[in-house]
């Protein structure tokens, strides 16, 4: 039986695409699927999926491409980029562009199913409390519903792990928080990811609020450990 989560698959290799189809539709995902970013893109609009799965490299139409006209419209959908380069750079561009995680091929189908339920999992829950405020970081006014910061005529934007990680980082101010506390709360008790893709989405969050990234002032790295968040204007 089907159930009502749908998977968008877009991936250029005719092979890897029927093996992640046929992956998902035997856990009953709908799924549908698209050979290159201009007809996965048409998918998009036309049939919002749950989850979308982004390979990098296609023609016509990167994942790059993609994801970041999809962030567009829609900030919350969880994307899963795929891509058959180790280059850190290219990890950390999709996560600038909105990707929730990522997975080096060659992958197992176990690791593979363990990153879709996690990512399907969050993506079921508000990204924040529904009770959850406005709070002040730095010069901004931080909306969380909202999804974005503002300060003055200056606007920037959080994707849905970031502000869930940072309204993490707000209610728990001070405290040392472990890599794996982090990973636990805004990915899932199974992600079966690393521990790298936390820092990089950390990384991403210092390149928006940090006034010199180099030098982070709101969260700050406890070596060994994780991460504290220290609110501004306060000794900690």
């Known amino acids: 039986m089907k159930t009502n989560t749908r998977i968008l698959v877009v991936e250029d290799d005719p092979a890897i695409r029927q093996g992640l189809v046929d992956t998902l539709e035997s856990e009953?995902?709908?799924?549908?699927?698209?050979?290159?970013g201009r007809k996965g893109?048409?998918?998009?609009?036309?049939?919002?999926?749950?989850l979308l799965i982004l390979d990098l490299m296609m023609p016509e139409m990167s994942g790059y491409d993609v994801c970041r006209e999809f962030r567009?419209?829609?900030?919350?959908?969880?994307v899963l980029m795929l891509t058959a380069k180790s280059e850190e750079i290219d990890k950390v561009l999709g996560l600038e562009l909105g990707a929730d995680d990522y997975m080096?091929?060659?992958?197992g189908v176990r690791e593979f199913l363990a990153r879709v339920h996690a990512l399907l999992r969050r993506s079921h829950?508000?990204?924040v409390p529904e009770t959850a405020s406005e709070f002040l970081l730095g010069p901004y006014t931080v909306f969380p519903k909202k999804l974005c910061g503002r300060c003055g005529e200056k606007k920037i934007e959080f994707s849905a792990r970031e502000m869930e990680l940072l309204h993490y980082f707000t209610a728990h101010p001070h405290e040392v928080l472990s890599r794996d506390e982090l990973l636990n709360h805004a990915w899932g008790m199974d992600y079966y990811g690393t521990t790298r893709t936390l820092d990089q989405h950390i990384a991403q969050l210092r390149k928006k609020i940090e006034p010199d990234r180099k030098e982070p002032i709101y969260i700050q790295t406890?070596?060994?450990?994780?991460?504290r968040y220290c609110p501004p204007g306060k000794d900690g």
């Open 28 to 36: 009953n995902y709908e799924v549908r699927e698209a050979a290159n």
């Open 41 to 50: 893109l048409a998918l998009l609009k036309k049939e919002p999926p749950d």
């Open 72 to 78: 567009d419209w829609d900030k919350s959908t969880p």
């Open 104 to 107: 080096t091929k060659p992958f």
């Open 125 to 127: 829950m508000s990204p």
């Open 222 to 227: 406890v070596h060994g450990v994780g991460y």
